[in-house]
């Protein structure tokens, strides 16, 4: 029933009350004011023009436009005055703002801490007059005004100082009083220089004692506390200004520079000092221009940048460096060689990157490397052959391939390949004893050489190589480079032939028109330098030397023998002739041998070396012969006497060698140069 009477009298009380709603402002406003503001979120501040509070609590004066202006009060007024003397009581206030330009160091045109008897400033002007007067109204003593301006446009009109500095302003916009915007450090003892369009927040203080008639302006980076002097301090006799009741608040205008301004806490007190503002709690301006960042990240980022650039260059050339190195060249046609063709990489680190510690000898075609492969640890040779012209070499690499079927227990198995730029990389079954002329020439004594059973074994074991490769596969390879250094020992000492086929890729040049001649002097056919044509029989004559040098222990051409006896064939025909062929044996083998065998071998020599290639026996005799099916026909070595000069050097070697050596450089290219000076070398000359 109470609450009923009460709302029912609630209204007219209120109607009733209405004229003397001025008075009853008075009396709230005879308490002193003091309020303040940590940020103006539903704060009860009253805007106009387009003033406005943003979301997060800013107070912001005016937008990014020009020729505008924003008011902002507190929505009540306040008593200034002594009710028993007149006098203007003590005041105080601090307050935090900041401006925004777009452009570097230039905006417009500042903020205005305004003391004014009437809230409505619709009539004032934007510009140099900050939104508080406008030409009329501008000096006039009846507008009661006290402001303190933040002022960053020189406005030479109204006695601007500079584009940067903080004035007291009575009724006028011309300042009473005005420096350049700066703030007292005890440090260096005087005044540092503030610039008020840097965008940052600043705070300002503004006190007014009552007793002293005197008012003190001070401002400070916002990170920096109260000064202990002010920047203006002027003694002025506000009674006279001020009114009774006024408003407080703030004006801001831009004009030809868009410029936003913002308050972010205020704080105000009538007769007392104003509290202090809580500056972690003031909402944060929106930033202006380059992001600042953190240390960790100005300094921090370029170094982590850089040493994270520096880390993918380093990867990135690290990769590169091992793709080049490990590169090899695959074509479409090579995909069904897969299995016979190696990874580079594998026998990169197989022959731990073809150091020369793994080097186990330098032949006519390349360097020949000993490695382990890397996953079935499996020992290999691996010959590196550089070759210039891409023509050729599919050819090269499916024969090459072929081959590698080739299964014979004489013959060196080849298990595969590789391919790079310039280079092909053959791989072999590593023969632990080496190549059979190192065992036989060049030897101190009998000690170290191989006995006769032993060559005897190898001598047949190569003819049935050879028989294999000529006759005995489906298709008639001839090895061209038929020597005691082509052949190859493995670990019972088996002579095991090597490098069949190799010749080819050199014999297949870039020109069709060029042929050229491959093999080793002295174990090269007469034929061959005539027609460059190698057949089975041009293998027969190679094989020839090759039984005199293993029966003989010499070279085909030893240049350390008497002149006469240089050419081996020759010697032992001579000799043969004499009819004390035995005369030829190496003397290493002192008369540890069965002298039928010597003989055997040391005749089928001189047959096989025949310079008429029809009549050379064929490796199929030549096996049977050896094995001792068939007699070594007294024909045909009879025919050899009769003929008297069967051998086409037996003229001598220096007319054979030179014509030989003048044909090469002709038509060969300086891989044959170089392979004629190898066999050079290895002959001494
Ligand atoms: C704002 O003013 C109204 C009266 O106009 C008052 O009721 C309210 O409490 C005020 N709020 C603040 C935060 O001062
Ligand atoms: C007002 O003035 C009287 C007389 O000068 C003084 O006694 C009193 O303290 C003053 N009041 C304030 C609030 O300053
Ligand atoms: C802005 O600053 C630069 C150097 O800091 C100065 O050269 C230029 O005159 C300034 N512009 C204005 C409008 O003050
Ligand atoms: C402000 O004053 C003008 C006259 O100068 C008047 O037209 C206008 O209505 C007033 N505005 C307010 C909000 O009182
Ligand atoms: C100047 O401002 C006053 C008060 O706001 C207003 O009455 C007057 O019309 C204005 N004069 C001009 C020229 O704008
Ligand atoms: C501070 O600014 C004033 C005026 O802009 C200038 O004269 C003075 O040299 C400046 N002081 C310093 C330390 O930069
Ligand atoms: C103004 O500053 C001066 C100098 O620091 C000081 O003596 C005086 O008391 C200050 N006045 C006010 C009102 O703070
Ligand atoms: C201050 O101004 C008021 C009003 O003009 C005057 O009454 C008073 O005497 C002045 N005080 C002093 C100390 O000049
Ligand atoms: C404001 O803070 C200063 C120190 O920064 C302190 O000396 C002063 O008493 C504080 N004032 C108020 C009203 O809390």
Redesign the pocket.
């Known amino acids: 029933m109470m609450s009923i009477l009460f709302v029912k009298l609630e209204l007219p009380l209120l109607l009733l009350l209405c004229p003397f709603l001025p008075l009853l402002v008075t009396l709230a406003a005879s308490e002193d004011a003091d309020f303040t503001f940590n940020g103006f979120q539903g704060s009860n501040i009253s805007v106009d023009g387009l003033a406005e509070i943003t979301p997060d609590g800013l107070l912001k004066l005016t937008p990014q436009s020009r020729q505008v202006m924003g008011h902002a009060f507190y929505p009540f007024p306040l008593r200034f005055k002594n009710t028993s003397d007149g006098t203007i009581l003590t005041f105080s206030t601090t307050f935090v703002f900041g401006i925004h330009s777009p452009f570097?160091?230039?905006s417009g045109n500042g903020i205005a801490f305004v003391i004014t008897p009437s809230r409505n400033l619709s009539g004032a002007l934007p510009n140099q007059y900050l939104g508080l007067f406008n030409e009329s109204t501008n000096g006039n003593p009846s507008n009661h005004i006290v402001v303190v301006e933040l002022d960053t446009v020189k406005n030479e009109a109204v006695s601007d100082i500079d584009?940067n500095h903080v004035g007291i302003d009575i009724n006028d916009i011309k300042s009473v009083v005005s420096l350049p915007a700066s703030y007292f450090t005890p440090q260096n003892g005087g005044y540092k220089n503030l610039s008020l369009v840097s965008g940052k927040a600043m705070q300002v203080w503004i006190e007014y004692n009552g007793l002293q008639r005197q008012m003190n302006v001070t401002i400070a980076p916002i990170d920096v506390p109260k000064p202990d002097k002010p920047l203006l301090s002027l003694s002025y006799n506000l009674s006279s200004v001020m009114e009774d009741l006024m408003y407080v608040g703030f004006s801001s205008s831009t004009g030809t520079f868009s410029t936003s301004h913002y308050v972010l806490g205020w704080s105000f007190k009538v007769n007392g000092p104003a509290k202090n503002l809580t500056i972690s709690q003031l909402p944060k301006l929106p930033r202006v221009g380059p992001k600042e960042h953190p240390k960790i990240l100005t300094v921090g980022l370029p170094i982590i940048t850089l040493v994270l650039a520096s880390t993918v260059v380093f990867i990135v050339f690290f990769i590169v460096r091992t793709k080049r190195k490990f590169a090899e060249l695959v074509e479409d046609w090579e995909l069904d060689y897969g299995p016979q063709r190696f990874k580079y990489k594998d026998l990169y680190i197989a022959t731990k990157g073809f150091r020369d510690r793994e080097l186990l000898g330098i032949g006519g075609f390349g360097r020949v490397y000993r490695g382990v492969l890397p996953t079935s640890k499996m020992e290999v040779a691996v010959k590196r052959v550089s070759h210039e012209s891409r023509q050729g070499v599919r050819e090269f690499v499916a024969e090459i391939v072929s081959m590698g079927r080739l299964r014979h227990r004489n013959l060196v198995q080849l298990l595969g390949y590789c391919r790079r730029k310039g280079e092909l990389l053959l791989v072999y079954d590593y023969m632990p004893n080496g190549s059979l002329d190192k065992l036989l020439f060049n030897q101190p004594g009998p000690e170290t050489t191989l006995n006769w059973g032993q060559r005897f074994r190898i001598i047949k074991g190569v003819a049935s190589a050879l028989f294999y490769l000529h006759q005995g596969w489906e298709q008639v390879v001839v090895h061209r480079d038929v020597k005691s250094s082509n052949v190859l020992l493995d670990n019972e000492f088996n002579g095991r032939l090597g490098d069949f086929g190799l010749a080819r890729l050199y014999d297949r040049g870039t020109d069709p028109k060029t042929t050229r001649v491959i093999g080793t002097l002295g174990y090269l056919a007469p034929e061959i330098t005539k027609t460059s044509k190698a057949s089975p029989s041009t293998d027969v004559f190679s094989f020839g030397a090759f039984m005199l040098e293993v029966a003989c222990g010499r070279r085909p051409i030893d240049p350390r023998a008497p002149e006469e006896d240089e050419i081996l064939v020759d010697w032992v025909f001579s000799c043969w002739s004499r009819g004390n062929i035995l005369e030829t044996v190496d003397p290493n083998l002192g008369s540890d041998f069965v002298g039928e065998e010597m003989e055997l071998v040391l005749k089928l020599g001189l047959l096989c070396s025949h310079s008429i290639p029809s009549d050379r026996p064929t490796m199929r005799h030549v096996v049977r012969y050896l094995a001792g099916d068939a007699l070594l026909p007294d024909s045909s070595l009879h025919e050899l006497t009769a003929s008297g000069l069967p051998f086409a050097h037996g003229e001598g070697f220096s007319n054979y060698a030179s014509s030989y050596l003048s044909y090469s450089l002709e038509k060969t290219s300086t891989t044959q140069v170089s392979l004629i000076e190898d066999c050079l070398l290895s002959t001494g000359r």
């Open positions: 570097p160091n230039v584009n």
